[in-house]
């Protein structure tokens, strides 16, 4: 298909809150300076402020411990969105973003930090005149400051706008939300002690992607896909995401948490849902999530006996990477010697519900495995009877049908399908269908966190992680990170650049197989 022959009249399905407008805006960064602001949340911002997606009236204030002035926080910011902006700036543009920026250098837990945040929005406010500026706070930090940077937000009064301004106040939270269901609940507690859940914004940046949103847009406004999505035409569920990257410097924080927490309990559960979710009433916050909590609470968590028989972890050994000889995990620099955290989980889950009883979940990711692949892969039952090959038992089997949407690293939708080969015999073979994003539509994907950004200043939930919805991700997940934290039982390795640990063959049903990384 090509652009020009492209419909692009847009669905009204997906025609959302979207149209909201998005109201003039203070932003303050937490970890104004950070890894994560650095290479996403600035250059989001300016890409947005490039499409002039901002709101006219746009104030961007920076905090962190760091002793800064404006003038050097301007700079660095600068210098951050010309490392990694997705396109090369706009002088003019970044000049206009960042001339008012402010920076608060202090400690979050101490409460003159708070105080002077508390000036510099003021003083916007008092620059806006009769205008009202909502404000957004983004917790772009280690999550051990989450409690205390909303609590001291609560004590000084900045969970709600000025008495006499009109505005909203927003609160954006990153990943990890907690890291069992205990902290999870506790920080939900906290959290919803100071701000009322709909100003409350819980990042999971897969959810800003494209081609997860696309998942929607394929199932509930296309026919052809209900009919069949369902235990009596479904074989089986592959959710794969794998990446060939180690862990870099992350060690610090990776070493806590995990395969099974960096990625499956938010990401991944997340594809999961929307995958199995029933057709929502519309694409408002509470209808999509209501029916996310749903496929969550259908997931019964499982027993501590039926743990090693659901789930596989493991953990890279030396081995090569796109033609490089590279360390084991336990080589990287920060990881201790006699480290048990994993770098690859695989599950196999069951969504115990009528439309999914019996259909096997499987779940995969992993750190340094062959290449970066991120999909879910969704395998049709064969066909009842083989009319292909007569009544010969010895014939192969035709290949199932295959729908698999891949959101990285080409992002799009394939189709197999049995095609008869030319030629005077009646052979079949499979043959893909293809919807490529690359080459349907002409404009470039935004980065997640510039939509993420822009729903959370709307003040659009949908595409952000509701309360109870992070706390069920929690509950499927805590018996696992319990048993595998408790289990003496030797971690798997696996060769870096491979497949993952072998052992994951142990975990299919049916005839089932992972698909190649
Ligand atoms: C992050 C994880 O949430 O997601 C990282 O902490 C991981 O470990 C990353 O590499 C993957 O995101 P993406 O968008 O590259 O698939």
Known sequence: MTP???????????????????????????????????????????????????????????????????????????????????????????????????????????????????EVLADFDERAGALSLNRAFYLSTAPDFFPVIVEQLGGHGLNRCADDRAGDVRIVIEKPFGTTLASAEALNRTVLGVFDERQVFRIDHYLGKETVQNMLAFRFSNRMFEPVWNRDHIQSVQITAGEDIGIGSRAGYYDGAGALRDLVQNHMMQLLCLLAMEPPIDLSADEVRNEKVKVLKAIRPPLPEEIDGMSVRGQYAAGQSSGDEVAGYLEEEGVPADSTTETYAALRLHVQNWRWSGVPFYLRTGKRLARKVTEIAVTLKPVPHMAFGGFDPGHAPLSANVLVFTMQPNEGVSLSLGAKIPGTRMKIRPVQMDFQYGTSFVSQSPEAYERLIMDAMRGDATLFTRNDEAEAQWRIMDPIVSRWEDSDAALPQYEAGSQGPAEAETLLRDGDRWRRV
């Open 4 to 118: 020009d022959d492209d419909p692009t009249a847009e669905n009204p399905l997906i025609e959302g809150l979207e149209r909201l407008p998005v109201r003039p805006t203070s932003l303050v960064i937490f970890g104004g300076l950070g890894d994560l602001s650095k290479r996403k949340l600035l250059p989001a911002l300016y890409n947005l402020a490039h499409e002039g997606a901002l709101p006219e009236r746009f104030h961007l204030v920076g905090t962190s411990r760091s002793p800064m002035s404006d003038a050097e926080f301007r700079e660095d910011a600068a210098q951050a969105i010309r490392q990694f902006s997705r396109r090369e700036p706009d002088e003019t543009v970044l000049d206009a973003l960042l001339a008012e920026v402010r920076w608060v250098a202090g400690t979050f837990d101490d409460p003159e930090t708070y105080s002077r945040i508390a």
